[in-house]
Structure formats: C-alpha cells, structure tokens
C-alpha cells in the first residue's frame, strides 16, 4: 500500500517562529488532508489539498502531487499551535486513508 | 458545523470484557470508520460502513467487530477485550459526495 512519511517527527519552536513540516508519499493520490491533533486528543481539519496552494490564516499548505510531496507552513507560531500534525492521502477510493505517523509540535512562550 | 460524538472520552475495562465504543454523527454521511492510533504508528483503519448494516475490514479488524444499525451512529465491538488493545480509538465519518473526512474526540481505552 501506499507509505506516508512525514518529517520531522519533533519540532520545538519559540513562540513566534516559522515551521514548514513535510509529507512525502509514494504514489499519485486523489486526496491529501492535513489534520491537527490538539493535546486532548481531537482531529481539526486543517486543509483539503491533492495539489496546489492554500492559506487559511497564519497556516498554509502546498502539494506538488507530480513530486509526490506536501509541505504545510505555520508562521508566527504561537503555544495553542502545539500538538501533533498528520498528513493523510487515499489513492483509489476516499475509504482507504492512510496516515503518516505526524510531527509533534510544540511551541514554548 | 459536522459534529462526530463518541460515548466516552476515557474508558477502563478488564481483560475478557466485552466492550463497546459507540459513535454517532449528526449530518447524515454515508461513511463512517473507526480507527485505532498508536504512538509512532499514526492511524491505522479498524472498519469501515459505507451504508446501513454495510461493513468492510480495514488494515487491523483482528480482536474487533463493528455493527452499523442506523445510518448516525457506528459502533466497535472488543469481543474479549485484551491487553495489546489499550490505545485511543477515533471515529470519523465522511460524505460520499466530498473528500473530507471529520473525526469525533476520541476514546482513550485501557485493558487491565
């Protein structure tokens, strides 16, 4: 099946930094979401994107599907940024998601 | 908004317990899963129903079972709970006409 990696696995930031953190995947996708896992446990929906460019607020997300690649950007991090940040892309149907194993951020005031 | 609720937020059972983990979202999808996720392992699929009393496997359905009755509402079954099986359970649910999916807070089940 297909194979998500996500990079890094950890990131401490100061309150204020930039972050770009990474998802490579190993074949074509026809969906691509990046999630954020808040400390208690919730999945928030960050971004829809099986290729292009999105902006929502200090957050933004670039898929190069023909790279086989997505990288999401966070800006002026700030502490209630902190949590895990999973990339997931189904290939054939939008019933067979696969998840990387997420990047731990976190963001120290 | 999409709500997805699960029924409880923490969970202890016993080894040899029947448990059940019920989901229940509120904006008519077709869809609905339940995952498991392990640290370092992301989230891996248990089941899926893709339609009232419909049901297909996932990567891990050893030890679980699922039973879709109404369309909101989605439960796992831990037919004899055991240990290997502590982790957090999440469900989601999804339109078939849209890519998104949406997930529910989570179980956080622990086998003594």
């Known amino acids: 099946g297909i194979q998500v990696e996500q990079s890094p696995p950890d990131l401490i930031l100061q309150e204020g930094a930039n972050s770009t953190l990474r998802c490579n995947f190993s074949?074509?996708?026809?969906?691509l979401q990046w999630f954020h896992q808040n400390p208690w446990g919730q999945l928030i929906n960050l971004f829809y994107?099986?290729?292009g460019t999105k902006q929502n607020g200090r957050l933004s997300a670039t898929t190069v599907a023909t790279e086989r690649y997505s990288l999401l950007y966070i800006s002026s991090s700030q502490t209630t940024d902190s949590g895990v940040y999973f990339c997931?892309?189904?290939?054939?149907?939008?019933?067979?998601?696969?998840f990387g194993a997420g990047t731990r951020l976190t963001v120290k005031p | 908004d999409v709500k997805v609720t699960q029924s409880s937020r923490y969970l202890v059972k016993r080894t040899g317990e029947k448990v059940f983990l019920e989901c229940v979202q509120d904006?008519?999808?077709?869809?609905m899963f339940w995952y498991r996720q392990d640290p370092g392992l992301g989230l891996r699929l248990i089941y899926f129903?893709?339609?009232?009393?419909?049901?297909e496997k996932g990567d891990i359905p050893e030890g679980y079972s699922v039973s879709r009755e109404k369309k909101e509402r989605f439960s796992l079954i831990l037919e004899s709970a055991s240990t290997n099986q502590t982790s957090m359970y999440l469900c989601?649910?999804?339109?078939?006409?849209?890519?998104?999916?949406?997930f529910g807070p989570g179980t956080r089940l622990t086998v003594t």
């Open positions: 989601a649910s999804r339109s078939a006409s849209q890519y998104e999916q949406y």
């Open positions: 074949d074509s996708v026809n969906n």
């Open positions: 129903s893709y339609d009232v009393k419909m049901k």
């Open positions: 904006m008519d999808h077709e869809n």
């Open positions: 997931a892309v189904t290939k054939y149907n939008n019933n067979d998601m696969r």
């Open positions: 994107i099986p290729s």
